[in-house]
């Protein structure tokens, strides 16, 4: 935890390479001090068909997935901090953009959590 889905326009990947990308993604995060460096995790996905408006011809989004329990204004400061350290990398992309999302801790689960040998409950065993 946190998930960083990157999903662009194909073109994109001819404008930066995803290793930048992802790189900058990811040291975003890291620079917000709200999660752990292991933790982080992003992935990117491009489009080769894809239906934008007018005149518009490349997109990035990113959705990211984090545990919940972080306020309205760390979820918005991490969103603009990914967004203007992505900008100055793609200069003429039509859309940029960042949601973020919260996973229920009640519901969620991973190989640690259900290790008989992690009795304490911790995520990250």
């Known amino acids: 935890m946190p998930h960083f889905v990157i999903e662009c326009s194909r073109n994109i990947l001819q404008q930066q390479p995803a290793d930048v990308i992802m790189n900058t993604v990811y040291h975003a995060a890291e620079s917000t001090g709200l999660f752990a460096e292991n933790d982080i995790k992003v992935r990117i996905n491009s489009y080769e068909h894809y239906r934008l408006g007018e005149g518009k011809d490349s997109f990035l989004h990113i959705f990211a997935s984090i ?4 306020t309205p204004e760390q979820r918005a400061n991490l969103s603009r901090v990914v967004i203007r350290q992505l900008a100055p990398l793609l200069p003429d ?5 960042m949601n973020v999302s919260e996973f229920d801790p009640a519901t969620y689960s991973n190989r640690s959590l259900i290790d008989p040998l992690n009795t304490e409950g911790n995520r990250h065993f």
Not at 93 to 97: A, G, W, Y
């Open 93 to 97: 992309i039509s859309f940029l953009s």
């Open 67 to 70: 545990m919940g329990g972080r």
